[in-house]
Structures are given as structure tokens and as C-alpha cells.
């Protein structure tokens, strides 16, 4: 093993571990509040009982939604259902007290640690409880799958898997670099009724709106793609167009969520900690 | 501090009311103020908001236009008409999150509230009710495209449009009070996100968010009617964009009346057993 190979082993064994005790420290932290857990519960429950309402009203004037037959539909709610919750659970909660930190100078803390910043801003501060949104979701998908027209193949759920975590990583960098504007402006009031509305723009496959809109869900704001492709994959209507897509905009957005961190923080200056 | 707290200094009763418009307007106009001062947010806030109903508008088009024309009497144009005017009413329906209220319970802020001479419901309705005016001036343009766009159907007399715009008042007062209760239960519960995320739930399936009332299944309406979310959302929509009959006009602004008396009351009895709760050593 070359020293370089054996460093860059040591940096990931250093961030493995700090994941893990923060994730320790949140668990520990989140289990006082046990009640929640049940709140929670109740709120994916009425969550769930709202998309399945809208399925069914759909369904029952109409047989097909632009080629979209209701057990697809229905997995579709199921993979907007986990990635939600990814996104409110791992993603939201984090970015958020960064964002925060920033407009109170308190960043300047997280800057002396001796780790990765981006890594120690994306792991703490994780409200577990919303990880039962991955669970229904995860749920849902199951129940669709026995009512899906060609039934689930291998390929189909290899492709599944491959694009649902596609459809995570385009969740946590567009999140990223959208909170990264909070290092030229200060403060974005705005960024809670954003994840409210981009989260229900992305209840629907792509494929039922409007070509600009199909657009704007694909580049401009990629969770419509992030949901879209897993859920065609899943439902056996998976092109080589969407998947390309999903994975290029992944990857696009990694390179680019990384730079315009590293330029954030270059911009940096705390007022005070 | 809880005995302290537990009355709210009174206003002096000789020009209590005139005191009382003097702080709405001031207050008001500071939140006008605000709002032309970050005009970046106000924008991202109407396209935000305007995101949201093109989304559903575009669903139940899809479904009229694929069932022959419309869906239980609703056509194309009137599902236009429905979601155009929910964009407005939406943006001015946005008032203070719960959460506002947690922050001031558990860091001690709400201890300077309550040296003030009213109570602070008044001032988050205030705050508001200028917010709601600033965004709906702002909203004139992007109404304007999206009637050219969309072609709504509306069918709108003068008595409508009065209706409507005597029931957006009652209908932000609705808003901001039930708010302000679901916060207010920061006095026991030390997080309140889970009790918020419930009540927001129910408030989106049952207000004519997701989808018309008239198009939810008899048992949904009937809920929905015996609940104040839809007097408070579906309703000025339904006043504007018609066909509605004069006696639905005055019921339905009855009922947001109702609601309004019931939720001050049911606010005033939780901040009274609330507030005797409260603790702080700072603020």
C-alpha cells in the first residue's frame, strides 16, 4: 500500500468514525423524546391516507394519467414518500443549523475542527423520526408492486436500487448548494417554504406535466428527476433518456456542489462565535 | 415570572381600540416596509408559491381533458380559475409558523411579549395582515400571466368579488389564530414539530389545497365542512371563481365568523392555562 493510498484510507476511517458518533449523539439525543416517534408516525400515516386520497380521486375518473396506470402511481408515492423523508430527516435538518450558524457566526466553530467542514455540517442534527417516511415509503412501493401491469424484474429492481440512491445524492447537493447561498446573502427566510413546495412539485412523475415544467424539474430544480427515475424503474417504464438524465445530473451536481462549497467558504468571514 | 405573566397589562380602557389600530397599522406598515426591503425573498416567495397550484393544476387538467372535457363538473378552465386564484390566496394566507412560538417559549423571548399592553396574537396578526397586503399587490403581474396563460373560467359577479374580498380578512385571522394555538402547546411539549406536521396534514387535505372540496368523497366534505380549513381556504376561492348563489356567499362568510369567535375563544383559554406555565430567567 503507497502512503498516498494509506492516507486517503486513514481520511475515510476518520470520517466513518465521526459519522458515527455523530449519529450516536443524535440518537441519544432523539430518544428522549420518545413521543415524537408516535407523532411522527401519525403525521407519514395522514401523510400517506393525503397521496393515496389524491390516487384514488385520480384513478376514479380517469383510468391513466398520461400513460401512467394507478399501481405506478401508486409506487411513484412510495419513492416521493422515502425520498421526502431522506430529505426531512438527513438533508433538511443539518443544512438548516449550518445555515444558521452563519448568520450568527458561529460557523467559526466547525471551521476549527480538525475534519472535513461539509461532512461535519451534513451529519449532525439528523431528526431520526423522520426516517419512518423511508419506511412507509419502502412500504408503499411493496404494496404497488403486486398491482404494477409487467410485474418487476431483476433489472428492474437493480435499476431501482441504483437510481434511488442516485435520486438521494441529487437530493443532499442540490440542498447543499442552495444553502450555500446563505454565505453571499446572510439569511434565506425562504428555504422552508422552499422544501415545502419543490418536496410537493415532486409528488407527480415528470413524465405528467408540461414539457417546461418537465424541464425546469429535471435542471433546474432535479428532485422531480431524483423521484421520477426510481419510480420508472421500479414500474418497468424506465428509458435510457431518464436514467442518463438521473445520472448525470447527480454527477454534475456532486462536482458542482463541491466547488461552490469551497468558494462559500473561502467567502466566509464570522462577525463572532 | 409565571404569576406575572399570567395577566397581560392592559391597555388603558379610554382609547383602547384606537390604540389597538394605531399598533395594527404601525405594524403593518413596518411589515409593508420589510417586504419591499427584500424584494429577493417576496419574489421567491410568489414563485414558490405560484409553483404549487401549477403543479395540481396541471394533474386535474390532465385527468379533464383525458375523462371528456371535466370532472364532476369541473372543466378545464374552472380548475384554471380554482388554482390561479389559489396562488392569491395562498400568499396571502401565509402567517407565522408555530415554531416562532416554540423559540420564544423555551429562549425566554416571549418574557418581553408580555410586557406589552396587548396580547401577542395581535401582533403576529398585524405583522401579517401587512405581509398579506405587500404580496398582494406583488402578485397583480404574476396573476396577470397566469390568466393569459391558463384562460381560467370565471364566473364572477360584483357581489362575488366583494364577498371575496370581505372574506380574506377572517380567513388570514383563522389562519393566524390556529397557528398560534398549535405554537402555544410549546408550554408543555418541549418540541412541537410533530403536533405542527399533523395539524398541517390535515390542514392541507381537508382546506381545498391538494384538491377541490367538490371533489373530495361525500364523507371528506362532510369532515371538511365541520372543520374551519376549508372556510378558511377553499371558500374565498369558491366566492370568487362562482357559479355560487347569493345564500352560499352569506353562509360561508357566516361560518368563517363562527370560527373566527370559537378559535379566539379556544386561544384565549389555552395562552390563560398556557402562560401560568411559563417560566423564564431571561428574554
Same mark, same amino acid.
Given at each position: 500500500?503507497?502512503?498516498?493510498?494509506?492516507?486517503?484510507?486513514?481520511?475515510?476511517?476518520?470520517?466513518?468514525?465521526?459519522?458515527?458518533?455523530?449519529?450516536?449523539?443524535?440518537?441519544?439525543?432523539?430518544?428522549?423524546?420518545?413521543?415524537?416517534?408516535?407523532?411522527?408516525?401519525?403525521?407519514?400515516?395522514?401523510?400517506?391516507?393525503?397521496?393515496?386520497?389524491?390516487?384514488?380521486?385520480?384513478?376514479?375518473?380517469?383510468?391513466?394519467?398520461?400513460?401512467?396506470?394507478?399501481?405506478?402511481?401508486?409506487?411513484?408515492?412510495?419513492?416521493?414518500?422515502?425520498?421526502?423523508?431522506?430529505?426531512?430527516?438527513?438533508?433538511?435538518?443539518?443544512?438548516?443549523?449550518?445555515?444558521?450558524? $452563519?448568520?450568527?457566526?458561529?460557523?467559526?466553530?466547525?471551521?476549527?475542527?480538525?475534519?472535513?467542514?461539509?461532512?461535519?455540517?451534513?451529519?449532525?442534527?439528523?431528526?431520526?423520526?423522520?426516517?419512518?417516511?423511508? $419506511?412507509?415509503?419502502?412500504?408503499? $412501493?411493496?404494496?404497488?408492486?403486486?398491482?404494477?401491469?409487467?410485474?418487476?424484474?431483476?433489472?428492474?429492481?437493480?435499476?431501482?436500487?441504483?437510481?434511488?440512491?442516485?435520486?438521494?445524492?441529487?437530493?443532499?447537493?442540490?440542498?447543499?448548494?442552495? =444553502?450555500?447561498?446563505?454565505?453571499?446573502?446572510?439569511?434565506?427566510?425562504?428555504?422552508?417554504?422552499?422544501?415545502?413546495?419543490?418536496?410537493?412539485?415532486?409528488?407527480?412523475?415528470?413524465?405528467?406535466?408540461?414539457?417546461?415544467?418537465?424541464? =425546469?424539474?429535471?435542471?433546474?430544480?432535479?428532485?422531480?428527476?431524483?423521484?421520477?427515475?426510481?419510480?420508472?424503474?421500479?414500474?418497468?417504464?424506465?428509458?435510457?433518456?431518464?436514467?442518463?438524465?438521473?445520472?448525470?445530473?447527480?454527477?454534475?451536481?456532486? $462536482?458542482? =456542489?463541491?466547488?461552490?462549497?469551497?468558494?462559500?467558504?473561502?467567502?466566509?468571514?464570522?462577525?463572532?462565535? | 415570572?409565571?404569576?406575572?405573566?399570567?395577566?397581560?397589562?392592559?391597555?388603558?380602557?379610554?382609547?383602547?381600540?384606537?390604540?389597538?389600530?394605531?399598533?395594527?397599522?404601525?405594524?403593518?406598515?413596518?411589515?409593508?416596509?420589510?417586504?419591499?426591503?427584500?424584494?429577493?425573498?417576496?419574489?421567491?416567495?410568489?414563485?414558490?408559491?405560484?409553483?404549487?397550484?401549477?403543479?395540481?393544476?396541471?394533474?386535474?387538467?390532465?385527468?379533464?381533458?383525458?375523462?371528456?372535457?371535466?370532472? #364532476?363538473?369541473?372543466?378545464?378552465?374552472?380548475?384554471?380559475?380554482?388554482?390561479?386564484?389559489?396562488?392569491?390566496?395562498?400568499?396571502?394566507?401565509?402567517?407565522?409558523?408555530?415554531?416562532?412560538?416554540?423559540?420564544?417559549?423555551?429562549?425566554?423571548?416571549?418574557?418581553?411579549?408580555?410586557?406589552?399592553?396587548?396580547?401577542?396574537?395581535?401582533? #403576529?396578526?398585524?405583522?401579517?395582515?401587512?405581509?398579506?397586503?405587500?404580496?398582494?399587490?406583488?402578485?397583480?403581474?404574476?396573476?396577470? *400571466?397566469?390568466?393569459?396563460?391558463?384562460?381560467?373560467?370565471?364566473?364572477?359577479?360584483?357581489?362575488?368579488?366583494?364577498?371575496? *374580498?370581505?372574506?380574506?380578512?377572517?380567513?388570514?385571522?383563522?389562519?393566524?389564530?390556529?397557528?398560534?394555538?398549535?405554537?402555544?402547546?410549546?408550554?408543555?411539549?418541549?418540541?412541537?414539530?410533530?403536533? #405542527?406536521?399533523?395539524?398541517?396534514?390535515?390542514?392541507?387535505?381537508?382546506?381545498?389545497?391538494?384538491?377541490?372540496?367538490?371533489?373530495?368523497?361525500?364523507?371528506?366534505?362532510?369532515?371538511?365542512?365541520?372543520?374551519?380549513?376549508?372556510?378558511?381556504?377553499?371558500?374565498?376561492?369558491?366566492?370568487?371563481?362562482?357559479?355560487?348563489?347569493?345564500?352560499?356567499?352569506?353562509?360561508?362568510?357566516?361560518?368563517?365568523?363562527?370560527?373566527?369567535?370559537?378559535?379566539?375563544?379556544?386561544?384565549?383559554?389555552?395562552?390563560?392555562?398556557?402562560?401560568?406555565?411559563?417560566?423564564?430567567?431571561?428574554?
Amino acid at each position: 500500500m503507497t502512503d498516498t493510498t494509506r492516507a486517503r484510507a486513514d481520511r475515510v476511517r476518520h470520517a466513518a468514525e465521526i459519522t458515527a458518533v455523530h449519529l450516536r449523539v443524535t440518537a441519544h439525543n432523539e430518544l428522549q423524546y420518545r413521543a415524537n416517534f408516535f407523532f411522527q408516525l401519525l403525521q407519514t400515516a395522514w401523510q400517506v391516507i393525503g397521496g393515496l386520497v389524491v390516487v384514488a380521486l385520480v384513478y376514479s375518473k380517469t383510468p391513466e394519467l398520461n400513460g401512467w396506470r394507478r399501481g405506478e402511481l401508486l409506487a411513484a408515492v412510495g419513492v416521493f414518500t422515502m425520498i421526502g423523508g431522506l430529505l426531512r430527516a438527513v438533508v433538511y435538518p443539518p443544512l438548516q443549523q449550518m445555515m444558521d450558524d $452563519v448568520g450568527k457566526g458561529d460557523f467559526d466553530h466547525t471551521l476549527t475542527q480538525p475534519a472535513d467542514a461539509q461532512l461535519l455540517v451534513s451529519v449532525r442534527g439528523i431528526n431520526i423520526w423522520q426516517l419512518t417516511d423511508v $419506511v412507509v415509503g419502502a412500504v408503499i $412501493v411493496a404494496v404497488a408492486i403486486p398491482d404494477l401491469p409487467s410485474g418487476v424484474s431483476a433489472s428492474d429492481a437493480a435499476a431501482f436500487i441504483v437510481l434511488l440512491v442516485a435520486g438521494a445524492a441529487i437530493t443532499y447537493w442540490m440542498w447543499l448548494s442552495l =444553502s450555500c447561498l446563505v454565505f453571499w446573502v446572510i439569511e434565506l427566510p425562504f428555504m422552508s417554504n422552499l422544501m415545502h413546495y419543490v418536496t410537493r412539485a415532486a409528488q407527480y412523475p415528470i413524465g405528467i406535466y408540461p414539457a417546461w415544467l418537465r424541464v =425546469s424539474m429535471t435542471v433546474i430544480v432535479p428532485l422531480g428527476i431524483a423521484v421520477t427515475a426510481p419510480a420508472e424503474a421500479i414500474a418497468s417504464r424506465l428509458s435510457w433518456v431518464t436514467a442518463a438524465s438521473a445520472i448525470a445530473v447527480a454527477a454534475v451536481l456532486g $462536482v458542482f =456542489s463541491r466547488w461552490l462549497w469551497q468558494r462559500a467558504l473561502r467567502r466566509y468571514s464570522g462577525a463572532s462565535a | 415570572m409565571a404569576d406575572v405573566a399570567a395577566q397581560t397589562p392592559r391597555m388603558p380602557s379610554a382609547g383602547r381600540w384606537r390604540s389597538l389600530a394605531d399598533v395594527y397599522v404601525a405594524r403593518s406598515k413596518t411589515s409593508i416596509q420589510l417586504a419591499v426591503q427584500y424584494r429577493f425573498n417576496l419574489v421567491v416567495d410568489l414563485v414558490l408559491t405560484t409553483a404549487e397550484p401549477i403543479v395540481y393544476l396541471a394533474v386535474w387538467q390532465l385527468v379533464a381533458n383525458s375523462s371528456g372535457g371535466e370532472v #364532476d363538473g369541473f372543466t378545464s378552465g374552472r380548475f384554471a380559475a380554482y388554482y390561479v386564484t389559489f396562488g392569491f390566496v395562498r400568499l396571502c394566507m401565509q402567517s407565522g409558523s408555530p415554531g416562532n412560538w416554540q423559540h420564544l417559549v423555551q429562549r425566554g423571548d416571549l418574557s418581553g411579549y408580555l410586557l406589552l399592553p396587548l396580547h401577542p396574537v395581535h401582533i #403576529d396578526m398585524a405583522t401579517w395582515l401587512g405581509f398579506c397586503l405587500a404580496r398582494a399587490v406583488a402578485w397583480v403581474p404574476v396573476g396577470a *400571466i397566469l390568466v393569459v396563460a391558463y384562460r381560467p373560467d370565471f364566473d364572477t359577479s360584483v357581489w362575488q368579488v366583494a364577498a371575496f *374580498i370581505a372574506s380574506l380578512v377572517p380567513a388570514l385571522v383563522m389562519r393566524t389564530l390556529i397557528n398560534d394555538i398549535i405554537g402555544m402547546t410549546s408550554f408543555w411539549f418541549v418540541s412541537i414539530v410533530a403536533i #405542527d406536521g399533523v395539524m398541517r396534514i390535515a390542514e392541507n387535505l381537508l382546506s381545498g389545497r391538494i384538491v377541490p372540496p367538490d371533489l373530495l368523497p361525500g364523507w371528506a366534505q362532510t369532515l371538511s365542512k365541520a372543520l374551519p380549513f376549508e372556510w378558511g381556504f377553499a371558500f374565498p376561492i369558491e366566492a370568487l371563481i362562482g357559479p355560487i348563489s347569493t345564500a352560499a356567499l352569506l353562509r360561508g362568510l357566516a361560518m368563517q365568523l363562527l370560527w373566527v369567535v370559537v378559535l379566539w375563544m379556544l386561544m384565549r383559554l389555552v395562552w390563560r392555562r398556557g402562560v401560568r406555565r411559563y417560566g423564564a430567567v431571561s428574554g
